[in-house]
């Protein structure tokens, strides 16, 4: 009976506890205008929406979703998808590179202090009614959406849609790690020598700093200005619950995580739907199997130099694989086997089995796809993370790259041959999407879940570490070896002056005629 009782009760708590949990009203904050970012977090906000939950977002883009409250910005700013060219001299990864990379971030954030001014997100920031228990935000170039948490005094959960940045990892007392984990604009692997390891180092923590003095001031001042509040980025950041990180262990190397950091790479993934008929006939009459070339939503393959167009086209003449390109433009002398396409639908392509190489630029979000499917590829890096994300599936065998700049055409047909005929990288892709895939709760359950979790308590400040505010002198132990490097010299100074003194002391018994006359 007592037994029967305790299980009601317990059945009544977690009902209850799931219900307050599916009653929440949800703000989810996305003004960066990056539509593979968003990618990443739409299936995770209709899900959330599924469960019950009551969610407005604030985005460039529509989220095609029933029970969504979409307040859209899109127009209030300029937008760089598919309008950004390919470079024409070389584009650099590394030390130097980071200052070009935070310059861009920092441009990119200011652009969207626009969104202010745009009605639907003035009649929410007006009405006095309004109320969140949540706030949802990308945590990247700026921190503008924290003010929406500030105004409305509610918990908030960060997203990432790439490699943890060293500015979010600060904020969660999450170690830099810099010994073995490349950071996003280093464009190294995990095992670096004692020159990568410095580089390493210099842009991981430089990199904090100069968020710290351009984009967090920044933020601070518009949320200030267009919100009515007052706060401290330093501190009110560090308030955040939990951070959800596009990423995964299997590809991206195993390093120790505070609980508040949680891997959920590939929690965009779902089922591949019906392809075009069009691509679906061209892929299945491929008697060779298929290549899917496409270089990401902001790089505009038209842009692609002419020169290294042809090189390209030379090759795949060559070939009895069929390719299927993303591009815009036209090709006068696009050779039979190969399919231009303005837009494709790039998850659904590669879970075709048929599909036998991905040439990309090592955009995380489809090389997450690329993993999940087993399908090798063949990268061209171009800036920001891509380097990074490609060279970290090369040291799993199952990718190859070249230097974009570099490019001739003789290493484009070694290698895209290579990987198509030797059988080992088919056989590593497949090893790595296996453990990618082999989790205990799917990616968007588990984001989900601990979503859920914070909502249910309250904040779930019990997740945050005790790093969190700690002056770097205090969490690097640098007070710790001050003292400890003060008293060994001290020591090592009363061990020098006791042995001179006795030395001394022999010396002049020795050199004393006195005492020599006494011991006579």
């Not at 299936?43 to 604030?58: E, N, S, W």
């Not at 070249?402 to 892709?429: C, F, G, H, R, V």
Request: net charge neutral; hydrophobic share 45%.
């Amino acid at each position: 009976m007592v037994n029967a009782l305790a299980i009601t009760l317990f059945t009544v708590a977690a009902l209850a506890a799931h219900d307050r949990a599916s009653a929440a009203r949800i703000l989810g904050v996305f003004p960066h205008h990056g539509y593979s970012h968003h990618m990443v977090f739409l299936p995770y906000l209709r899900t959330l929406a599924d469960r019950g939950h009551d969610v407005h977002v604030i985005s460039n883009f529509g989220s095609s979703h029933p029970k969504i409250t979409d307040i859209g910005v899109e127009g209030s700013m300029p937008m760089s998808n598919n309008a950004v060219p390919f470079p024409e001299s070389d584009t650099a990864f590394g030390f130097s590179s980071m200052w070009r990379d935070m310059d861009i971030l920092y441009n990119l954030a200011k652009s969207t202090e626009s969104m202010f001014g745009v009605p639907a997100v003035k009649r929410l920031l007006d009405d006095p009614d309004a109320a969140f228990d949540l706030v949802i935000a990308e945590h990247f170039n700026s921190e503008l959406p924290l003010g929406f948490a500030a105004k409305y005094r509610a918990p908030f959960v960060l997203l990432s849609s790439c490699p943890l940045i060293p500015w979010s990892m600060d904020l969660f007392g999450q170690p830099q790690q810099t010994a073995y984990r490349p950071s996003v604009f280093s464009g190294l692997s995990e095992r670096m020598d004692f020159v990568q390891r410095l580089i390493n180092t210099l842009i991981s923590h430089v990199s904090i700093v100069m968020f710290r003095t351009t984009n967090r001031p920044w933020s601070q001042h518009v949320i200030k200005k267009h919100l009515g509040v007052d706060i401290s980025l330093d501190e009110f950041a560090s308030n955040a619950s939990l951070i959800l990180v596009n990423t995964h262990w299997s590809i991206n190397g195993v390093s120790p995580t505070v609980p508040a950091v949680l891997e959920v790479g590939g929690m965009h993934m779902k089922p591949p739907a019906d392809l075009p008929k069009d691509i679906q006939q061209f892929i299945d009459e491929a008697e060779h199997g298929v290549i899917y070339f496409c270089m990401g939503s902001l790089l505009r393959g038209e842009t692609f130099s002419i020169e290294k167009r042809q090189m390209f086209l030379n090759v795949f003449k060559t070939i009895p694989q069929r390719v299927l390109w993303k591009w815009e433009g036209e090709f006068p002398d696009k050779p039979s086997n190969v399919m231009i396409r303005k837009w494709m639908p790039q998850r659904d392509i590669l879970a075709h089995p048929n599909v036998k190489l991905f040439i990309s630029h090592g955009g995380l979000l489809g090389t997450t796809e690329a993993v999940y499917e087993g399908v090798p590829i063949l990268s061209m890096p171009i800036f920001g993370d891509q380097m990074t994300n490609i060279k970290a599936v090369v040291d799993k065998g199952s990718a190859e790259m070249m230097y974009y700049y570099n490019l001739n055409e003789d290493e484009i047909s070694t290698k895209l041959k290579l990987m198509l005929t030797n059988p080992i990288y088919k056989q590593k892709a497949k090893e790595l999407s296996d453990a990618f895939r082999d989790r205990p709760m799917s990616p968007l359950e588990t984001a989900v879940y601990w979503t859920e979790y914070v909502i249910r308590h309250k904040g779930a400040p019990h997740l945050r570490s005790a790093a969190v505010g700690m002056p770097w002198y205090q969490y690097y132990l640098i007070d710790i070896l001050f003292v400890i490097l003060l008293s060994v010299i001290v020591m090592f100074g009363l061990l020098y002056c006791l042995i001179f003194k006795v030395l001394l002391r022999v010396l002049r018994r020795l050199t004393n005629p006195k005492t020599k006359d006494k011991q006579t």
